[in-house]
């Protein structure tokens, strides 16, 4: 017999769960319940070590830095524009 499970997420995650279940007219239950049996498959499958958390943090100063070179990006090294050339 099913049982029930409650957690929070975020609204961005109940919309893309709710958008998807509306497009395809899946269930919302079977949409968890699938991704929680894919995820622990992979617990089971790939040794820990090699696990990389879908999460980053970092500090303000990192931030600024990231933020500075996404709106000043640096011109690209020659072998990187030999790289991307098209012969």
Do not use: C, W
Not at 3 to 28: F, H, P
Not at 68 to 83: R, T
């Amino acid at each position: 017999m099913p049982v029930q499970i409650s957690a929070y997420i975020s609204d961005e995650t109940k919309e893309n769960l709710e958008r998807y279940s509306a497009v395809y007219g899946v269930k919302k239950g079977y949409l968890v319940e699938n991704a929680i049996n894919h995820y622990l498959q992979v617990l089971y499958e790939i040794p820990e070590e090699f696990m990389i958390s879908a999460n980053i943090s970092i500090d303000k100063a990192s931030y600024e830095k990231v933020i500075d070179l996404v709106n000043n990006p640096p011109k690209p090294s020659v072998a990187l524009a030999e790289l991307m050339r098209e012969d």
